[in-house]
T-cell receptor, first 112, second 118 residues
Framework: GNSVTQMEGPVTLSEEAFLTINCTYTATGYPSLFWYVQYPGEGLQLLLKATKADDKGSNKGFEATYRKETTSFHLEKGSVQVSDSAVYFCALTSNTGNQFYFGTGTSLTVIP | GAVVSQHPSWVICKSGTSVKIECRSLDFQATTMFWYRQFPKQSLMLMATSNEGSKATYEQGVEKDKFLINHASLTLSTLTVTSAHPEDSSFYIC??????????????FGPGTRLTVL
């Protein structure tokens, strides 16, 4: 079956620190992988995506590389800002592109 | 990118009443829409998948008679929580997908609706 496992939070970092949020997946076929961000009281916003192995998704300084050999899609940012405080969800869709499978989310708080 | 709206953004209702939540794709035709439920500090759980003009497919454990889904047009799906109770209080999020081809078709998420049942 399909599933996503991401590191539990909460994560608290100082401004300008390096961020890594681990995400691994289990899937049949060739899934597409995503990171979504949810700010307090809001819905999900697509942060970045990768649709095939070795693709790197990047946006707003965040990046993640689709690693088929390790079934991972870790989220990284070199220097976080207070405005990056949010909950981050790793997700995949199956190769039919129908259903999303979400991880449990990782709460990030960046302090000045 | 494509925009999906939800209305209302939040609603408070009394126990026993029914609440309707709308999900609209504003600038594209959504052949498929999805309804998710999110509990505090938890991930999204898929409730049901609806295709325009046909009955919704519900996930295991979701009561279809309680959560009525209607996908009457290519731009509108509605979720009606019937006879709501406090345990139905949650954040409901819809998403919409354009296209029916096999393979990846991006889904666009609505901003969510916060339902509180007193």
């Amino acid at each position: 079956g399909n599933s996503v496992t991401q590191m539990e939070g909460p994560v608290t970092l100082s401004e300008e620190a390096f961020l890594t949020i681990n995400c691994t997946y289990t899937a049949t076929g060739y899934p597409s992988l995503f990171w979504y961000v949810q700010y307090p009281g809001e819905g999900l916003q697509l942060l970045l995506k990768a649709t095939k192995a070795d693709d790197k998704g990047s946006n707003k300084g965040f990046e993640a590389t689709y690693r088929k050999e390790t079934t991972s899609f870790h989220l990284e940012k070199g220097s976080v800002q207070v405005s990056d405080s949010a909950v981050y969800f790793c997700a995949l869709t199956s190769n039919t592109g129908n259903q999303f499978y979400f991880g449990t989310g990782t709460s990030l708080t960046v302090i000045p | 990118g494509a925009v999906v709206s939800q209305h209302p953004s939040w609603v408070i209702c009394k126990s026993g009443t029914s609440v309707k939540i709308e999900c609209r794709s504003l600038d594209f035709q959504a052949t498929t829409m999805f309804w998710y439920r999110q509990f505090p500090k938890q991930s999204l759980m898929l409730m049901a998948t609806s295709n325009e003009g046909s009955k919704a497919t519900y996930e295991q454990g979701v009561e279809k008679d309680k959560f009525l889904i209607n996908h009457a047009s290519l731009t509108l799906s509605t979720l009606t929580v019937t006879s709501a109770h406090p345990e139905d209080s949650s954040f409901y999020i819809c998403s919409a997908r354009q296209g029916t081809a096999m393979g990846y078709n991006e889904q666009f998420f609505g901003p969510g609706t916060r339902l509180t049942v007193l």
